[in-house]
């Protein structure tokens, strides 16, 4: 089992800029990647970016330039360093663990962007 806990989420103004925290904690040894999708009011949960246990990271086309992945691995944390941020990145952020047998997910932070 792998558990997951977000944070960093709030309320910003169009331009500005957020940074999530998914800690990691349980059978950190089985994850093979993590990543962070968001579910916007009426959408489907998309992917917007993730990164491998080597480290290599992919972003949705949509964040490309101005979201970040990354992780520490001393603290079992991944990151979602967000700038330029845009009212259409309003949505639930989730965190999600990939290890071979499922995915798991953490509760979700809401990211607010004002126009």
């Known amino acids: 089992q792998v558990q997951l806990v977000e944070s960093g989420g709030g309320l910003v103004q169009a331009g500005g800029l957020l940074r999530l925290s998914c800690a990691a904690s349980?059978?950190?040894?089985?994850?093979?990647?993590m990543g962070w999708y968001r579910q916007g009011p009426g959408n489907q949960r998309d992917l917007v970016a993730s990164?491998?246990?080597?480290?290599?990271?992919s972003y949705a086309d949509s964040v490309k330039g101005r979201f970040t992945i990354s992780r520490d691995n001393a603290k079992n944390t991944v990151y979602l360093q967000m700038t330029s941020l845009k009212p259409e990145d309003t949505a639930v952020y989730y965190c999600?663990?990939?290890?071979?047998?499922?995915?798991?997910w953490g509760q979700g932070t809401q990211v607010t962007v004002s126009s």
């Open positions: 999600n663990a990939h290890t071979n047998l499922r995915h798991y």
């Open positions: 349980g059978s950190i040894f089985s994850i093979n990647s």
């Open positions: 990164i491998t246990s080597g480290g290599s990271t």
